[in-house]
C-alpha cells in the first residue's frame, strides 16, 4: 500500500519556511485562495461556476450526452486548473511533477466517470453515491487488475482530504462550531483517551513495542494515517511500524464505511445522530466522511429517516476534524514527551521538542475554522429565504461541488493505495489489539451520540 509520508518523515523544515514546503499549509492557502475567489466574483454579481462544473442529474444516455457537450470545455479548464494548482503543490513539498501530471489526469477522468454515475437519477436507489463508488472502483482497480507504480505519484489521499476540509469549512457557518462544538470536542475527547487506552495497554499485554502500542492507540484514537505517521516520528518508532498501523486503519475504515451506516438505518437514527456516531467510531477522515454522506443522502427518500444531509456532514464534521483531529498534536508531544523522558531515559542526549505540538498539529483545521468564520461573516445579516435563493446557488453550491471533486479524489486514491496482500502481512497480536479497540470505540460512540448526547445531535443547526 502506497502512502504519502513526505510530509511527516522527511527531512523537517523550520521557520518560514514551513508554510510553502507542507502539504498542510498548502491544502489551506489553496482552500482559503479558492473561498476567497469564490466570494470577490460574488461580490461582483457572478459565481465560479463557470469552473467549478458538476454534472447536474440525468435519466437517459441522450441527456447525458448533450451535458457533456455542452459543459466539456468547462470540464477540460477544471482538469487545467486542477493540474496546474497541484503541480506547484508538489513542486514546492519536494516531488516530481512530471510523474504527478500523468497520474493525476488518470485519476481525474476516473473521477469525472464517478461523479458522472453519482448524478444519475438512479444513483441514490443503489447507493452509488460517489465516495463509496470511487473507493469500490479503486480497490477493484488495484486488486484486481494492478496498476503501474509510477501512478501512486498521484494518489495524494491526505492533501485531497486535507483541501476538501477546508472547502467543507466554507459550506457551514462558525456558529454551527460555537453551538455544538463544546459538545463535539467533549465526546471526542473521551473516545480519544478511552480508545487510545485501550488499544495500547492491550498491545503491551500482548508482548508488543511501547512505540508500536502507541502507533497503534494513536491511529485509533485520532485520525488513522495521519496520526500513525505524526505518532510514530514523535517516539521514534521503527520504520515498520507506521505501515502495520496505517494497514489496520484502511482495513477497518473500509469495513465501517460499510457497516455504520446499515446500521444507523436499521436502527433508523436521524442523521445527525448517525454521522455524530460515525465521527466518534470511523478511524479515516475519507472514508468517516463517505459513510456520513452516505447515510446523509438518506433522508428525505420515504425511509423514515430524520433530518438532513448536511445534518450528517456537520455533525461528523464536529466530531472528526474538530473533536479528535485536534488531538495529534497532543497525543504527539505527550508521546514525544514519554518517550524521551521514559522509554529513551538512557540517552543523554536526547531531549524534548516542545515545539512538537505545533509541529504536528493539522494546519488544515485552522484553515477550516477559517473558511467557516469567512462564510459566517459573508452570510450574517441574510434570512434564511435569502441564504437558500442568493447566497447558496451563486457561492456555496459552487465550493460545494469543488469540495465534492476533492474528496472523489481522496476516496478513489485510498482504493488504489489499498493491497488486501499488504493488509494481510500485518500479524495477528497488532490486529487484535487494534481490534478489540474498534469494539470499544464504536460500543462507546454509540452510547456518547445516541444516549448521552442524542437530543444535541438530532436537532443539530445547519444554517
Known sequence: MATNTTETTGVKTSGWQEFWSKEDWWAVWLGLGIVALAYIFYLAGSSISWIAVAPGKWSTLSQLGAQLSKNGIKYLALLAAFLVLFTIVISFIGQKPKAFIKSFIFIFILSTIIYIVGAWDQANRYNLEPPLVALLLGLIISNVIGLPRWLDAGFRVEFYIKLGIVLLGATLPFTLIIWAGPVAILQASIVSLVTFFVIFLTARKLGLDHRLAAVLGAGGA?????????????????????????????????????????????????????????????????????????????????????????????????????????????????????????????????????????WRFPKFVIGFLIASVVTTLIVHGNSLADYNKLVKPSLILPITALRTWAFTFSFLSIGLTTRFRDLASTGFKPFVAFTFGVVVNVALGYVLSVVVFGHYWSSIVTH
Open 222 to 358: 485520532v485520525c488513522g494515517v495521519s496520526a500513525s505517521i505524526a505518532v510514530a516520528g514523535a517516539v521514534r518508532a521503527k520504520k515498520e511500524h507506521p505501515p502495520i498501523a496505517i494497514s489496520l486503519v484502511v482495513l477497518w475504515a473500509i469495513v465501517l464505511i460499510f457497516v455504520l451506516p446499515l446500521v444507523c438505518r436499521a436502527l433508523g437514527l436521524p442523521t445527525g445522530v448517525a454521522g455524530a456516531w460515525i465521527g466518534t467510531s470511523e478511524f479515516a477522515d475519507a472514508a468517516g466522511l463517505a459513510a456520513a454522506q452516505s447515510y446523509g443522502n438518506l433522508a428525505g427518500h420515504h425511509l423514515g429517516i430524520a433530518g438532513t444531509a448536511d445534518q450528517a456532514l456537520a455533525s461528523y464534521t464536529l466530531i472528526k476534524v474538530i473533536g479528535r483531529d485536534i488531538w495529534i498534536g497532543i497525543w504527539s508531544f505527550v508521546l514525544a514527551l514519554i518517550a524521551v523522558t521514559v522509554w529513551e531515559r538512557n540517552e543523554t542526549d536526547s531531549k524534548v521538542q516542545v515545539g512538537q505540538i505545533w
